[in-house]
Nanobody, 118 residues
Framework: QVQLVESGGGLVQAGGSLRLSCAAS????????MGWYRQAPGKQRELVAA???????NYADSMKGRFTISRDNAKNTVYLQMNSLKSEDTAVYYC????????????WGQGTQVTVSS
């Protein structure tokens, strides 16, 4: 089907920046929306940001102004630029893709850890 591989996580100090990347392969024609979710210990997975194939974006309120999602359709890659990171941004970040046919987030990456030290 569709394979998603994330990269770019790591350890950063509060106030710092990181950029996550997610490369899609396989039946990429099935992808409409790509996005990033995150899950912190003991919390539910939450949407961080999403972007359609046409470039429309959507952000969770707490990420607006700090995070920027972008997409390179030629490279089948989506990025998440994270600035002004806070300790509460510490989580496993997952790349996800929504299927054109089902309209659901059917495809997930393995996750990449982001740790923000205060």
């Amino acid at each position: 089907q569709v394979q998603l591989v994330e990269s770019g996580g790591g350890l950063v100090q509060a106030g710092g920046s990181l950029r996550l990347s997610c490369a899609a392969s396989g039946r990429i024609f099935k992808i409409y929306v790509m996005g990033w979710y995150r899950q912190a210990p003991g919390k539910q997975r939450e949407l961080v940001a999403a972007i359609t194939s046409g470039g429309r974006t959507n952000y969770a309120d707490s990420m607006k102004g700090r995070f920027t999602i972008s997409r390179d359709n030629a490279k089948n890659t989506v990025y998440l630029q994270m600035n002004s990171l806070k300790s509460e941004d510490t989580a496993v970040y997952y790349c996800a893709a929504e299927d054109w046919d089902t309209g659901t987030w059917d495809y997930w990456g393995q996750g990449t850890q982001v740790t923000v030290s205060s």
